[in-house]
Each structure stands twice: as C-alpha cells, then as structure tokens.
C-alpha cells in the first residue's frame, strides 16, 4: 500500500472535538428527514468546534432540509424521542434554544406548521425552493457551495444582532467539512440519492470532505488514492462495509478489518455482480484502504440499533 504522507486522513475525532486552531475545517450540518444519530453522538456533532460547549457558536453551519427541521423539533422541544434515548443528556432539558437550525430549506411539503411555527418565532430563516429537479439535500448543499464561493451570504438568526460574532463569509478556497445527518436508511431511493449526492460532489464537484451520519450507520465516499481512517470506537461499532455502488468494480487493499480485502482475498476485484464486503469488522481503530475506483465505506453507530 502506498505510504502514510499521500493517505487521505478521515479522523472521526474531526466530527465531535472542539477545534485546537484555525487550521482544523469548519463543519457544516444538514439535517436529513431521517432518524437521527443516537443522542449521546448527535449532542457533539452538533456542538463540534465549540470551546465551551454550550456557547451559541457550535459548528459554523447547521441546515435542515425541510422535514429535517420535523426530526429536531421532535426530539428538541416536543420531546417525543425522549424516552427511548438510552444516553439521554439531561443537561439539554430546558435549553432547547442551543438546538436552533441557522435554516430550513428546501420545497417545504414535508415541514409540519407546528415545526415551521416554533422554528419561525424564535427567528429561524425558512425558505421555500419550489425546483422539482433537485432533492431537498441538493438544494441545502448547493446553498452551502454559494456560501463558500460568496454568491449567498450566511442566514443570520433574526435574534442575533449585527454586532454578534457569527463568522464571517469565508472565500471559496475554504471549503466546509459537510456532515449529513441521516438519508442512510428508510426509502430505497432516497438511500441512492444519499449515496448518490456523495459520490456526485466528491467526483464532480471537489468536495474532499463529507460524512453522512444516521441512526444506525455512518458512510464516507472513499475516492481513487489510498484513505487512513481512523474511528473513534466509543461513537462506532466494529461492523463495517466496503460497497462498491458507484463503479462497475473497483480494485481494493485493505488493513485493519478482520476480512481484509486484497489481491490474494477473494474480494478482488469487488463489484456488485461479484463480491461484496459486508458485515466486515474492524480489528484497530486505524484503517487503511488504497482503491482505483471510487466505493462507500460504511460503518456501524454505536448504539443505533438499540
Ligand atoms: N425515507 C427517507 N429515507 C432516507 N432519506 C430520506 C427519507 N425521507 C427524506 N429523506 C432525506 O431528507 C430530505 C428531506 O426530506 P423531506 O421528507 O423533507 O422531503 P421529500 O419531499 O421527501 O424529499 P425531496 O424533496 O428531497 O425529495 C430528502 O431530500 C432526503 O435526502
Ligand atoms: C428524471 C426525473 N425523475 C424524477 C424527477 C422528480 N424529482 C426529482 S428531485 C424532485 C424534488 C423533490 O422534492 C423531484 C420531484 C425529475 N424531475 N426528473
């Protein structure tokens, strides 16, 4: 496998850790119309980057694609999914305006009023994107690329003033960490759009940084180069998977998994009408994958299943 230095580096300590310095990415959200992360694990996406854990600045951006906002409100101020979080963090309770989204966007037919009501009054941006060519994650990723590229400017929370320290347009050789939450399991299609839009904005658009997290699995697309990853095993579960869904097959070294993929595995090369790594195992918190073509890699939630 080819060495360290021209790895790409996938740190989950990157999605939950305050950031030491400038030099770290910045993250930005979008909320899917799906289950959402355990709470334990949701609580530091959404809080990355805070020095202080419960100040107003959080992670830089943090969208909902239309009923996206449904699954924050539920669980946030109507409280409904209470009851079933094993890792409930009490310290939430009556501090719900920490959870506000900076927007909700997206063609709104899945928004339920109560939500858009609750959302509005404490000065959320919602805005309407009628298009029926893109998805409702498309129209919250495109918006963050005209973030990056300074053709739309940051939606500022109506109760901010002026003065508040949000920070500032940032030019377009800076790009976000993106961290979907959610789109990973329920309707097959929307799965394959998820899957879809990943491999479309790391292929095509040049984004090297995007995770999507949901309740149950975790997924990165994996481009032609060699990856190190490195899993926090408190947050994942050892199950993971190799899927070749974007290529016709793809030629791929592996370390680090107890069902290792390589030349002399049975696995190569893996494609969909071949072989498949499923329900594979990490045996190290630190991973090494070298693929020609680019595949999803996946991996468990810890205690998502539950
Ligand atoms: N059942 C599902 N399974 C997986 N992902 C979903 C599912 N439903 C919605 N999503 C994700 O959440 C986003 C917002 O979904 P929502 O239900 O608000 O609108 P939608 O009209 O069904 O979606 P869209 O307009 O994008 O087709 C979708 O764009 C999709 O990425
Ligand atoms: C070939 C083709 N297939 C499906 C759609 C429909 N569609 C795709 S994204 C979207 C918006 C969903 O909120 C809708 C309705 C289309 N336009 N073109």
């Known amino acids: 496998m080819t060495a360290d ?6 740190d989950t300590r990157s999605l939950v850790q305050a950031k030491a310095g400038d030099a770290a990415p910045r993250n930005a959200m979008v ?3 799906s289950p959402l992360p355990p709470q334990s694990l949701f609580r530091k996406l959404w809080q990355n980057g805070t020095a202080s854990s419960w100040s107003r600045e959080g992670p830089d951006l943090r969208f909902c694609a239309d009923g996206g906002a449904n699954r924050l409100y539920d669980r946030f101020v109507k409280g409904k999914d209470r009851a079933d979080e094993a890792n409930w963090d009490a310290a939430v309770d009556g501090d719900e305006d920490q959870w506000l989204p ?3 966007l997206g063609d709104l037919d899945s928004l339920r009023e109560d939500t858009r009501k609750y959302y509005e009054g404490k000065g959320v941006v919602v805005e309407r994107d009628p298009d029926e060519f893109s998805t409702d994650l498309g129209k919250n990723v495109s918006r963050l690329a005209a973030i990056e590229a300074g053709t739309a ?3 500022r929370h109506a109760s901010e003033s002026p003065a508040d320290s949000r920070p500032s347009q940032r030019g377009s050789s800076e790009q976000y960490q993106l961290v979907i939450i959610g789109g990973l399991s329920g309707r097959l299609d929307q799965t394959i759009h998820t899957l879809h839009a990943l491999t479309l904005l790391a292929e095509k658009e040049g984004r090297d940084r995007i995770w999507t ?3 149950e699995s975790a997924a990165l697309l994996l481009t032609k180069g060699s990856h190190r990853l490195r899993i926090d095993v408190s947050l994942f579960g050892k199950t993971c ?4 869904v974007g290529c016709s097959e793809a030629y791929v070294t592996t370390s680090g998994l107890e069902w290792d993929l390589g030349p002399t595995a049975y696995m190569y090369p ?3 009408s071949t072989a498949v790594s499923t329900s594979n195992h990490l045996v190290q918190e630190d991973v090494r994958i070298e693929t020609d073509k680019p595949v999803v890699w996946t991996m468990e939630v810890r205690g998502g299943s539950e």
């Open 5 to 10: 230095k021209d790895a790409q580096l996938w």
């Open 31 to 33: 909320v899917l119309n």
């Open 102 to 104: 900076d927007l909700i």
């Open 153 to 155: 400017s940051l939606p």
């Open 213 to 215: 997290i949901g309740k």
């Open 241 to 244: 998977g190799v899927l070749p």
């Open 270 to 272: 893996t494609s969909l």
